[in-house]
């Protein structure tokens, strides 16, 4: 789990130090921006709704506490739900640049010699989406696991966290899966063998996403960090 956790945070640092990557972010990074107040606002919006469904009314002291902690998951789970948005569509429209960030840093690492995408913008923002559609499947599946525990936040605040983190690791490692032209059988069998390190990898993604401007990073460092690992192009082989 550690691995993950310090693969991402050294995604973020290459995308500083390293000028041909950094060129890459910021010709993204105006699009997201975009797309991140969108996100936010959002999942405010889905706070208003949990607030009027969850919190208990009373005036006694303790009902005040519980309205505070009740607050408090609903909260969490308005955020998860708009950075798992943000990076489902995120991820898509920025595809082609994504593309160009993997090939950069394969070569600045050496693990991998294989050319960049040559589809057009349309193609390649519809082929991320269309990787998509399986994870999301997954999701919503958790989804209504956790609607049927509405009435129990905790227990549904941690199934959609769970959930969460497994759909971001789906999403994160498409650029990457996608240039090595895994299928879907091919990502959930990476997600299955490396299931510590990606929960590290997508938990700390999870928590960065909740950070103003470190949210913004995390997309093309989850790039950075996934293309730079030996193991990926070694293990395409064996796929």
Known sequence: MIKGVFSL????????????????????????????VAATMAAFQGLDYLATIW??????????????????LALLLSLVTGALAYVALGSAVVAPWLDT??????????????????DSWMMQVTASLANSIRPLGGLLAWGAVAL???????????????????????ELMDTTASRQ??????????????????????????????????????????VVALSSRPYTADQALKG
């Open 9 to 36: 945070l050294a995604g973020i640092r290459l995308l500083f130090v390293e000028p041909d990557l950094r060129s890459v972010l910021w010709r993204m990074l105006a699009l997201l921006i975009a797309l991140m």
């Open 55 to 72: 919190l208990p009314q009373g005036d006694a002291w303790y009902w005040q506490l519980l309205s505070a902690v009740v607050w408090v």
């Open 101 to 118: 960030l993997a090939v950069r840093t394969e070569r600045l690492h050496g693990v991998g010699e294989s050319a960049a995408n040559s």
């Open 148 to 170: 049927l525990f509405i009435w129990l936040p905790p227990l549904a605040t941690a199934i959609w966290t769970y959930a969460g983190i497994r759909f971001l690791g789906y």
């Open 181 to 222: 032209a895994w299928a879907f059988h091919r990502r959930k069998q990476e997600l299955n063998e490396q299931r510590w390190f990606y929960i590290g990898f997508a938990g700390v993604a999870m928590l960065l996403l909740m950070v103003p401007v470190l949210n913004l990073l995390v997309i093309p460092a989850a």
